[in-house]
């Protein structure tokens, strides 16, 4: 079975310090993997996706993720926080079709 | 291109209601996905339609229910709703059926309040 383990449920950065969220995923074949943020009271936005090719991907303002098979992660960073950056991250990983399984979330906190 | 588009954003429905939400999906996607989010369970896969029919189905009761139709919208319903179906649904439409490299983009939500 595919699953997603979120490291931390609250993370907190000040303003231009570098982000890092972390995401491990278990899946007995290669899997797509994804980043969304949500903002209060919106829906999901995709951040970045990783299906095959490059290991480095890079999204949308400023975000970047490394798929690191043999540790079975996908990190997500920025270089800098902004103060916009403060929402809730999920890691997702794709399983059948159009069947998301998602992690439990980090909210980011930037502080300024 | 519009994006997802959910109707209503808000609800507030009494126990033993039913209610019915309703999905838009980007011109041109033919897969649609809900799910259900909560503070206590988090992100949960509903279930998901491509082309009219239902491929993937998660772990609720039978009281959750939905259809697509033929120009690729989408309802889903609940029946005997419970304090318990409280949540934020999220509807999100595919171009491709997963196969491809096509993620899936969301809607901003249908906020359910059941009382």
Partial sequence: AQSVTQLGSHVSVSEGALVLLRCNYSSSVPPYLFWYVQYPNQGLQLLLKYTTGATLVKGINGFEAEFKKSETSFHLTKPSAHMSDAAEYFCAVRRGGNKLVFGAGTILRVKS | KAGVTQTPRYLIK????????SC?????HRSVSWYQQTPGQGLQFLFEYFSETQRNKGNFPGRFSGRQFSNSRSEMNVSTLELGDSALYLCASSLDGGGGNSPLHFGNGTRLTVT
């Fill in chain 2, 24 to 28: 838009s999906p980007i011109s041109g």
């Fill in chain 2, 14 to 21: 009494t126990r033993g209601q039913q209610v019915t939400l």
